[in-house]
């Protein structure tokens, strides 16, 4: 298990841009695949970008297609997103978290989550 903990969240303006940062704790960071999920009100948590635990490969949910980035450094134990061009729509909590199987993509390996950080878009 790893423990992880999310920053970088705030209030932006449409149109603008926000990195978040997941800390994670744990000698065996490299072998985890990472992702960023995040949940609105009412809504249910949505799949919004994954990375292999090499970083070789990366995932994207359809919303976040040609918008976000995900990328990870393993030697500092982080991972981030690169959030571009927000909208409203964009407004959740956003989470990360870790797949031992080295994946990053499946929600149901998925078996490490942060406490999330709030994303407020403004229009």
């Known amino acids: 298990q790893v423990q992880l903990v999310e920053s970088g969240g705030g209030l932006v303006q449409a149109g603008g841009s926000l990195r978040l940062s997941c800390a994670a704790s744990g000698r065996s960071f490299s072998i985890y695949g990472m992702g960023w999920f995040r949940q609105a009100p009412g809504k249910e948590r949505e799949f919004v970008a994954g990375?292999?635990?090499?970083?070789?490969?990366?995932y994207y949910g359809d919303s976040a297609k040609g918008r976000f980035t995900i990328s990870r450094e393993n030697a500092k134990n982080m991972v981030y997103l690169e959030m571009n061009s927000l909208q409203p729509e964009d407004t959740a909590v956003y989470y990360c978290a870790a797949d031992p199987t080295g994946w990053g993509r499946e929600i149901s390996r998925f078996t490490s989550w942060g406490q999330g950080t709030q994303v407020t878009i403004s229009s």
């Open positions: 990375i292999m635990s090499t970083g070789r490969i990366t």
